[in-house]
């Protein structure tokens, strides 16, 4: 009978013992599913802040543009509520934030860069200003607003002109 019973417990150990390396294998592979959601989620947050802080720069230095009725304006006084370019084919109009930058690039005789661009529109030089700047007009070459010639260098694309006021 002491047999019997020691072999039982022995059982009953070899039986707990794998229940608690399943448990153990489990709990680290829930782990490493834990460690990969907190690292996206920490990309995440990342993200989110980085980009709340590009369009707050990118928004501060924005100069707003004064909105002329055009019922009684004189057609040459309404060169701030106009858009700098328009696209021929389908007459669309860029966003308002980008008219300074895309009028500045209309009245260029040559390509331009970021540098250049935060020069002349008068916004800061540094570094991050500058590489703010550049994104923006990444996304207005994306957008078929702009075309870059060649790496750095930005102009309007084609298609892209300014408005007849006739």
């Known amino acids: 009978m002491e047999q019997e019973l020691s072999a039982l417990l022995k059982q009953r150990e070899e039986a707990a013992r ?26 995440l947050v990342v993200t989110q802040a980085t980009l709340a802080r590009v369009f707050a720069e990118r ?3 924005e100069p707003e543009f004064e909105q002329v009725p055009t019922g009684d304006a004189d057609p040459d006084d309404l060169s701030g509520s106009l858009p700098p ?8 109009v860029p966003a308002e934030g980008d008219w300074p930058v895309l009028a500045l690039l ?10 250049e661009v935060c020069e002349v529109t008068q916004e800061a030089t540094d570094h991050r200003h500058v590489e703010t700047l550049r994104m923006r007009l990444k996304r207005m070459v994306r957008g078929e607003w702009l075309a870059e010639p060649s790496r750095g260098l930005f102009t309007l694309a084609d298609g892209v002109r300014a408005p007849d006021r006739t």
Request: glycine share 6%; hydrophobic share 45%.
């Open 59 to 61: 928004d501060a230095g």
């Open 85 to 92: 370019v328009v696209r021929v084919a389908t007459g669309e």
């Open 18 to 43: 794998r229940r608690v390396e399943g448990l153990r294998a489990e709990l680290a592979a829930l782990n490493e599913r834990i460690a990969a959601a907190e690292e996206e989620l920490s990309y």
């Open 106 to 115: 209309a009245s260029a005789n040559t390509p331009l860069r970021a540098k």
